[in-house]
């Protein structure tokens, strides 16, 4: 029976790509298939957009191909990668410049049409209300400051453009395991209604696509069993033609792929296991079983798929206010009496100035920073150190930026024992998310799929 | 007699949009029974009751004894337009395992 084997790649604009290698050298794998978009990136992208129009894609592309290429191509590897972020078109113009600089030659493919920020207008005339999909909430209450609008797309554009021969593919916003779905589907010749087989697919995208977190990292388990983290290996799937796989990693690498590695990464962010929607199927993930047969080595099977969605997913970005923050630390003995003795300080001087925050958080690293009301009390009153965090949102950077000021005179004049940079750091955008589904028609009919050689 | 759910379980989380997406982990068949009585959504919605703003989702995925509780409003809004620390919420895996059980 046929079978393929994919690497997983990136988890996330900014993950290495460092163990893609030993997956390229030593495992034997015929395709790469990375994911460098989370939900927070393309407001990233969308920044540098801002700034020049010939950006919009991660910027990690060229240079993690610069690496990957001499040892994937004399092995035939292919890739398909999200990285066209919010401009696909001008990713591929840029690797296709750096492709013929290196006198490589290869064939880019690019998917289009996953924007639709262009649209919205057309998308309500149509009748399609991009009401918020959680709250209900209307779109006019963001409309006017919205950044970047993208649907979630599936494989099958990708799969057009691995058939027209595609050795790299680059996509904008696609489902994250559709990046995995199209090299099963295009190797292993399914159709688009096998839901049961598109299922195992998904599923094997969805366990490959956070690179080390299927292989113990960011591992709620035993952690400390986790050998040699430096140099994990990302995990590895075989599919078979009748869905079936097996998941691994490349010799000689860390971590470790075993049934409780994978069931932590199975379930991650898919919300109801039994309906994980995704653009291609419907997959139920209760029907399925992951059995270890050996060291590192996890057969997933059985998981069952319904047709896929009428509707796609939208996810949309607005401006939503700016962040000021600052922090400072306090020794021990009273670290955290002196840093809630510095918060008072600077929330009068806030009122003070007339600093306008429409939240404030309050925050003592060391103490409750992470777990908030939940952490134990215990020991506060004895802690080696405290930093003491706050952070405002307000309307604009100048104001944002006010609080920040409002710290450096801490370290003469309030209490004692300050160690830790009075810090006042950069003001940051923050960005709401906007959740909205729309008849994936409309937004079909405008995906479009072009491959270029170089 | 009381246990921490850290001694009994594993657990992770991630985020979408304004949710927070727990997942906790059985180490056998037992533990799974008892974890799938004694953790009921009204329970995890009160031990997060201080930093979330809405209701609990409860999944049950026997196959690899685990649930899944899915917690709206949890985030300060989402990722991208929190002010906390733990904007992605990949802690709250650990602030769940704080909860304490009938065993």
């Given at each position: 029976m046929k079978s393929v084997r994919i690497a997983g790649g990136l988890g996330f604009y900014g993950d290495s790509w460092r163990p893609i290698k030993a997956s390229i050298e030593r495992g034997n794998v015929q395709y790469v298939a990375s994911d460098h978009?989370?939900?927070?990136?393309l407001a990233i992208l969308q920044k540098d957009r801002q700034r020049?129009?010939?950006?919009?894609?991660?910027?990690?592309l060229v240079p993690m191909l610069a690496e990957l290429l001499p040892i994937a191509i004399p092995r035939g590897v292919k890739f398909v990668l999200n990285a066209g972020g919010l401009n696909p078109m001008a990713a591929r113009e840029m690797l296709l410049g750096a492709l013929k600089k290196f006198g490589l030659k290869l064939k880019v493919g690019v998917v289009l049409g996953d924007s639709v920020q262009e649209r919205l207008d057309e998308l309500q005339a149509a009748g399609v209300s991009l009401a918020h999909m959680d709250t209900g909430e209307d779109i006019s209450t963001v409309r006017d400051r919205l950044v970047f609008a993208s649907a979630y797309l599936g494989a099958r554009p990708l799969v057009e453009a691995l058939d027209a021969g595609a050795d790299i593919v680059l996509t904008g916003r696609v489902a994250d395991a559709a990046l995995f779905l199209a090299p099963m589907v295009h190797e292993l010749g399914w159709r688009w209604d096998e839901w049961d087989k598109l299922a195992q697919g998904i599923v094997v995208g969805h366990l490959l696509e956070c690179s080390g977190q299927a292989v113990?990292?960011?591992?709620?388990?035993?952690?400390?069993?986790?050998?040699d983290l430096a140099h994990i290996g990302y995990p590895i799937a075989e599919v078979w033609e009748d869905g079936d796989a097996v998941i691994s990693k490349a010799p000689g690498t860390g971590g470790r792929v075993n049934f409780d590695t994978l069931r932590e990464q199975l379930l991650y962010e898919v919300h109801d296991p039994r309906h994980y929607m995704t653009p291609d199927v419907v997959v139920d993930m209760t029907t399925l079983r992951m059995e270890e047969f050996g060291p590192d080595q996890v057969r997933v099977t059985g998981a069952t798929g319904r047709p896929a969605p009428d509707m796609l997913k939208i996810v949309a970005g607005y401006e939503d206010g700016v962040m000021g923050q600052a922090m400072i630390g306090y020794a021990w003995p009273d670290a955290l009496a002196k840093a809630r003795a510095a918060a008072q300080i600077i929330q009068q001087q806030m009122v003070e100035i007339g600093l306008k925050s429409e939240e404030t958080v309050i925050e003592y690293l060391g103490y409750n920073s992470i777990h908030g009301p939940l952490a134990d009390p215990a020991h506060i009153d004895d802690l080696n150190e405290v930093y003491l965090r706050i952070a405002v949102r307000c309307a604009d950077k100048k104001e944002a930026a006010k609080l920040g000021r409002l710290f450096p005179p801490l370290a003469l004049?309030?209490?004692?024992?300050?160690?830790?940079?009075?810090g006042m750091m950069e003001p940051r955008g923050l960005l709401g998310i906007w959740l909205t589904l729309a008849p994936r028609a409309l937004i079909e009919e405008y995906v479009r799929v072009s491959v270029e050689a170089t | 007699m009381k246990k921490q759910l850290v001694e009994l379980a594993h657990a992770r989380s991630g985020d979408k949009g304004d949710k927070a997406d727990l997942s906790l982990f059985a180490p056998d068949q037992e533990t799974y029974a008892l974890l799938a009585r004694e953790v009921t959504a009204e329970r995890v919605r009160a031990h997060f009751a201080g930093i979330m703003t809405g209701e609990v989702e409860r999944f049950e995925v026997p196959n690899v004894l685990a649930l899944k509780f899915v917690l709206h409003g949890a985030l300060n809004g989402g990722a991208s337009r929190?002010?906390?620390?733990d904007a992605l919420g990949k802690s709250l895996s650990s602030a769940l395992l704080r909860m304490e059980i009938e065993v």
């Open positions: 978009l989370a939900e927070l990136t020049d129009p010939n950006l919009g894609y991660t910027r990690d113990g990292g960011n591992f709620g388990g035993d952690w400390r069993s986790m050998p004049s309030g209490p004692p024992f300050i160690g830790g940079a009075g | 929190s002010l906390r620390s």
